[in-house]
């Protein structure tokens, strides 16, 4: 099966689980990417009434169908369910993110919502995250100085020369930097002046991973 099959079926599986709960009231949450891509179209076919979603990139919101509603985070209370992909996931449901760029903007919606699914295929499991370089979304100012402090962690910062985030930041992503207690070093790096924010997911990770492979769809709770 391929990896777009897979990624198919991961999405359908995660709407599949959610449809029953949602209503005229609810808000749902989108992310960033192909995995993401295949939930919206998922979303577009059902056409089912709800108050509307809000997106965690420009791309993603151009995909959603013109039936749907579209909300900035700050015209809703919360969001019931959020849907995103995953670039690493592990056992405990910790995420790397940011592969695409939306890290900030799918972390926010992430923390706001009552629900995170993720959905992934079996190639995005590890046992320690980092081998996917990890993404940190910096002020442009910074981007030097933060680079620093991430060698002397032991990690090779790379700028992501060209891409500038929706919020009109950088990228530097920061390779061979095993993340062996992720929850403390999101908080170490976030607190580095002129870090916006990084792609490790532990203090709001998934609750539910949604994983497909060549034979089946599991669901890990």
């Known amino acids: 099966m391929n990896q777009d ?3 198919k079926n991961s999405a359908k599986e995660a709407f599949n689980l959610i449809r029953s709960d949602l209503h005229k009231d609810s808000v749902v949450g989108i992310g960033t990417g192909s995995t993401t891509n295949f939930f919206i179209e998922e979303l577009n076919q059902a056409k089912i009434h709800i108050k509307g979603v809000v997106c965690s990139s420009d791309a993603s919101e151009e995909l959603v169908a013109n ?3 579209k909300f900035s985070l700050n015209d809703v209370h919360s969001i019931d369910f959020y849907i995103d992909g995953a670039d690493e996931f592990n056992d405990r449901k910790e995420l790397i993110k940011g592969g695409g760029g939306a890290l900030t903007r799918e972390k926010i919606l992430a923390n706001s919502s009552v629900k995170f699914l993720c ?3 079996e190639t995005k499991h590890t046992d320690l995250l980092g081998k996917f370089p990890l993404p940190i979304e910096v002020i442009e100012l910074a981007r030097s100085a933060v680079s620093r402090e991430l060698m002397k962690m032991g990690g090779k910062p790379i700028f ?3 891409f500038i985030t929706d919020n009109g930041n ?3 992503d920061i390779h061979n930097l095993p993340i062996e207690i992720p929850y403390e070093l999101e908080t170490v790096i976030n607190n580095l002046p002129g870090v916006v924010e990084n792609g490790i997911f532990s203090h709001r990770k ?5 994983c497909a492979s060549d034979s089946s769809v599991e669901i890990i709770q």
């Open 5 to 7: 099959l897979k990624k």
């Open 119 to 121: 959905i992934v295929d």
């Open 67 to 69: 039936s749907y509603d």
């Open 206 to 210: 998934a609750d539910i991973i949604i």
């Open 170 to 172: 950088q990228i530097i």
């Open 160 to 162: 992501r020369n060209g």
